[in-house]
């Protein structure tokens, strides 16, 4: 099972302000088979990106991701307010699915 | 518009029973691989169980094999997550969601509450 740690664990800033957040798999994702969601609260998660670096339908090009084998790193290159939310990172490479655990980004 | 509409959670005491429903529209259900996601209580998200398009592949967490059964109807557009033996800690809202490379469209989960 690949395990996948997101860090930091909260994120605390200001809208404007670029966020970096970081999801490390425990082994190789193949083919960059790594996605992110955003999910406020009482909502359904929102697919930002997939394949680690396209950016779904609908989503804002202030987000962006990057990263292959082990290291993947969503970007938030100016925080707008309707952006404070939870974001979780998921690989499909393999079975089982792996989640990682969350981060938050909180307004400072 | 796609939609994912889920039903049939509730409260159910432990080692009971319970089958979620979940209608698909806007959308070719039969191309699609499906899975069930769950969110215990102000917990993260955890996959549960996936499905592939023509229903002849399916795969589950460690946590819930032999105990729950994914299935779906083609010809209802609708997919369904059988749960048996239910414990405590499959309390959670439980979400469909349409997978493609990335589950790029979700429903907005049905509530399952295990307790006596």
């Known amino acids: 099972e690949i395990v996948l740690t997101q860090s930091p664990g909260t994120l605390s800033l200001s809208p404007g302000e670029r966020a970096t957040l970081s999801c490390r798999a425990s082994q190789s994702v193949r083919s960059s088979s790594l996605a992110w969601y955003q999910q406020k609260p009482g909502q359904a998660p929102r697919l930002l990106i997939y394949a680690a670096s396209s950016r779904a339908t609908g989503i804002p090009d202030r987000f962006s991701g990057s990263g292959s084998g082990t290291d993947f790193t969503l970007t938030i290159s100016s925080l707008e307010p309707e952006d404070f939310a939870v974001y979780y990172c998921?690989?499909?490479?393999?079975?089982?699915?792996?989640f990682g655990q969350g981060t938050k980004v909180e307004i400072k | 518009e796609v939609q994912l509409v889920e039903s049939g959670g509730g409260l159910v005491q432990p080692g009971g029973s319970l089958r979620l429903s979940c209608a698909a529209s806007g959308f070719t259900f039969s191309d699609c691989w499906m899975t069930w996601v769950r969110q215990a209580p102000g917990k993260g998200l955890e996959w549960v169980a996936n499905?592939?398009?023509?229903?002849?592949?399916?795969f589950y967490a460690d946590s819930v094999k032999g105990r729950f059964t994914i299935s779906r109807d083609n010809a209802k557009n609708s997919l369904y997550l059988q749960m048996d033996s239910l414990r405590a800690e499959d309390t959670a809202v439980y979400y469909c969601a349409k997978y493609a490379g990335g589950h790029d469209y979700w429903g907005q989960g049905t509530l399952v509450t295990i307790s006596s």
């Open positions: 998921q690989q499909y490479a393999t079975l089982p699915r792996t």
């Open positions: 499905i592939k398009y023509d229903g002849t592949e399916k």
